[in-house]
């Protein structure tokens, strides 16, 4: 898909051929992946250009996960970091919370419960959908829950909004964007402010 939101990854891992499995993935995902065996190396990347998602492995020979998420949160605090871990014990998983982890991954990492791991934390940061064609349908979902739940019909809507019936079908099947005027206008029509609205995405 061409129409994704970009998202940049970091992955960090002493294992390479883990580097190499969970890079294949996400660029697949269409993500902005970085991978690296070595930690300093991770930490440098993330302190010139800020990663929105952290892939962190807990157990490395050279340093102990939990430093590596203590130093990529001191200088990259939006980074959603995730902890990896074949075997975690209590105490390394709460270290790598306190340390600013959001989740915990177990080894080996499998394709479907990172994609979803990673959805999760996407979500919380405000992309739900990364897609436009899905943000869209979700926007019109929306719209038209609101309609229906206030007996309102399109007809009605759209000429209270200053808009067609035809393009108000349009926007509520996802099938065309709307600009946030329009958008503005419909949502005034119902009665409802604009961060009501989003509330509900």
Known sequence: MKDRIPVRALVIDDDQSVCHRINEWLTAEEYDVFACTDSTTGLREAAAAPFDLALVDLRMPDVDGSDVIAALMKSSPQTRVLAMSAFPEREHVVRAMQAGA?????KPIQKPSLLDALGRQLAELGFAERTESAFNRRLGNRLREIRNAASR?????????????????????GKTATTTWTLARICGAMKLSLSSFFQGM
């Not at 019909?153 to 108000?168: F, K, P, Y």
């Open 153 to 173: 019909t399109q007809q009605d809507v759209a000429a209270a909004a200053g808009i067609s019936a035809a393009q108000l079908s349009q926007i509520e099947l």
């Open 102 to 106: 959001c989740d915990l991954l177990s």
